[in-house]
């Protein structure tokens, strides 16, 4: 087909195109900027260039086809879009997970589906003496994402969360003090848990405790409260980031914000 006769074919389409059809498009072209606005901090992004090179040139090749009339080639750029897509969401399906996550802490959700609070005081007075006796220890507090992988890595205690439990796990020369426990709700639900390890590049100063800690906040949406063997300092791991150092009372202050607990509320789970 000759140049004239795939513009002219281009007018009539857009010639013929109304209103609804104008805010359809502007409707879709609202879904892919949000899409591409979440990714674009993303820690794929040579994926996601690639991706976007393969999108742009697919849909080129289908806007020839339609106008060329190519019927044949047409429908299998189709049926390759689907296969696009489920690639799509598998590349950024970390990030998918943390979009949702975010939505999920709306406050509107957060009242419709309430959890029981984490066991702040606890964790923070077994840090605290943990620290002072420079005994590591690792305690990952689950918010949203489902930590049961992990959990199934360790083993299942299924206790009240006490700081006295706490400490007793993380005593040198027990069996489960070299992992981490994971808590879930207001239950320590178990320990000597393995987490992935970060690819970041983090002080040398910083040992397998803390690069399991920031990769379990990389990963998850989990709050990682790390006591260092070597120096007993504190650090505490969310959203990727590693805080340190910590003192009990700033602990305490961020572990609360971080679980949305009224100050007056923080013992409310201790029994």
């Given at each position: 087909m000759d140049q004239p006769s795939i513009f002219s074919n281009l007018i009539s389409l857009t010639a013929g195109m109304n209103f609804r059809d104008v805010i359809d498009i502007l409707m879709v072209s609202l879904v892919f900027f949000l899409l591409f606005n979440m990714l674009r901090r993303s820690r794929s992004q040579t994926a996601l260039r690639g991706l976007l090179i393969v999108l742009s040139t697919t849909l080129v090749f289908y806007l020839v086809t339609l106008l060329a009339e190519l019927n044949a080639t047409k429908a299998l750029i189709t049926r390759l879009w689907v296969v696009i897509v489920l690639i799509f969401l598998i590349v950024f399906q970390s990030e998918f997970k943390k979009a949702l996550t975010d939505y999920g802490r709306m406050p509107i959700f957060r009242r419709l589906f309430r959890q029981e609070s984490a066991p702040i005081e606890e964790v923070v007075k077994a840090a605290a003496r943990l620290a002072e006796?420079?005994?590591?220890?690792?305690?990952?507090?689950?918010?949203?994402?489902?930590?049961?992988?992990?959990?199934?890595?360790?083993?299942?205690?299924?206790?009240?969360?006490?700081?006295?439990?706490?400490?007793?796990?993380?005593?040198?020369?027990?069996?489960?003090?070299?992992?981490?426990?994971?808590?879930?709700?207001?239950?320590?639900?178990?320990?000597?848990?393995?987490?992935?390890?970060?690819?970041?590049?983090?002080?040398?100063?910083?040992?397998?405790?803390?690069?399991?800690?920031?990769?379990?906040?990389?990963?998850?949406?989990?709050?990682?409260?790390?006591?260092?063997?070597?120096?007993?300092?504190?650090?505490?791991?969310?959203?990727?980031?590693?805080?340190?150092?910590?003192?009990?009372?700033?602990?305490?202050?961020?572990?609360?914000?971080?679980?949305?607990?009224?100050?007056?509320?923080?013992?409310?789970?201790?029994?």
């Amino acid at each position: 087909m000759d140049q004239p006769s795939i513009f002219s074919n281009l007018i009539s389409l857009t010639a013929g195109m109304n209103f609804r059809d104008v805010i359809d498009i502007l409707m879709v072209s609202l879904v892919f900027f949000l899409l591409f606005n979440m990714l674009r901090r993303s820690r794929s992004q040579t994926a996601l260039r690639g991706l976007l090179i393969v999108l742009s040139t697919t849909l080129v090749f289908y806007l020839v086809t339609l106008l060329a009339e190519l019927n044949a080639t047409k429908a299998l750029i189709t049926r390759l879009w689907v296969v696009i897509v489920l690639i799509f969401l598998i590349v950024f399906q970390s990030e998918f997970k943390k979009a949702l996550t975010d939505y999920g802490r709306m406050p509107i959700f957060r009242r419709l589906f309430r959890q029981e609070s984490a066991p702040i005081e606890e964790v923070v007075k077994a840090a605290a003496r943990l620290a002072e006796k420079k005994i590591g220890a690792l305690i990952c507090l689950e918010r949203e994402n489902t930590l049961r992988p992990y959990i199934e890595t360790g083993t299942v205690l299924d206790s009240l969360v006490t700081a006295e439990l706490l400490r007793t796990v993380f005593a040198m020369y027990t069996p489960l003090h070299d992992g981490a426990v994971i808590v879930r709700g207001n239950r320590m639900a178990a320990a000597g848990c393995l987490l992935p390890l970060t690819e970041q590049e983090l002080s040398k100063d910083l040992g397998t405790r803390h690069r399991a800690a920031v990769g379990m906040a990389e990963e998850t949406d989990a709050v990682v409260v790390v006591v260092s063997e070597e120096t007993g300092t504190i650090s505490l791991a969310v959203d990727g980031t590693l805080h340190r150092p910590e003192t009990p009372d700033s602990l305490r202050e961020k572990l609360l914000d971080l679980f949305e607990i009224d100050e007056e509320d923080g013992d409310g789970e201790e029994s």
